[in-house]
């Protein structure tokens, strides 16, 4: 999603990628059903919508137009490096490019403690932010909980759009 920094967080766009999963063998690997169960992402879903990773990352590179890519957490580290060492090819986006959204919420005032046990779908909900209801480990929800607060901290004057930078 992109989130307008000049315009009290304002939602600009959304977008939704499906990637479908490979092996290091090259060979597609299976969705565990937990993994189903907890997102909603099935294996049909992947045949009609996914893409190979390269095809997503080219298309999330070009979603964000050069703009920072905020995630809760080291996702670019944990899951996005690895997932191109697995299916050896070169991420197309820099590793500047990211930043971590739990160093906005301290910046911001979240005791560090109660950043250890929120969850990127949780977090609207902690900062009591009435919004549409949201399903938990669903990627577009999950971002849009903490684009919520984003938009709050931002309208609050907590968060500056130089925080961002």
């Not at 992109?2 to 009290?8: E, H, P």
């Not at 290091?24 to 992402?41: A, V």
């Not at 137009?65 to 070169?90: F, H, P, Q, R, T």
């Not at 910046?107 to 009435?130: F, H, Q």
Request: charged content about 25%.
């Amino acid at each position: 999603m992109k989130l307008s920094l000049n315009d009290c967080g304002r939602i600009l766009d959304t977008s939704r990628f499906y990637t479908i999963p490979m092996d290091r063998t090259g060979q597609r690997f299976p969705l565990d059903p937990l993994f189903i169960k907890l997102t909603g992402i099935t294996e049909e879903k992947l045949d009609s919508k996914g893409a190979s990773l390269s095809t997503t990352l080219d298309a999330v590179r070009d979603f964000a137009d050069g703009a920072k890519l905020w995630s809760w957490g080291k996702d670019e580290l944990n899951m996005m490096a690895i997932s191109c060492y697995v299916e050896g090819i070169k991420p197309p986006i820099p590793a500047v490019q990211f930043g971590n959204a739990c160093d906005l919420l301290l910046k911001a005032g979240m005791p560090y403690e109660d950043l250890k046990v929120t969850r990127s779908n949780t977090l609207a909900a902690y900062y009591k932010i009435d919004h549409p209801p949201l399903r938990g480990h669903d990627a577009l929800d999950d971002a849009l909980s903490v684009a919520y607060t984003l938009q709050h901290l931002l309208q609050s004057s907590k968060l500056m759009p130089e925080d961002f930078l």
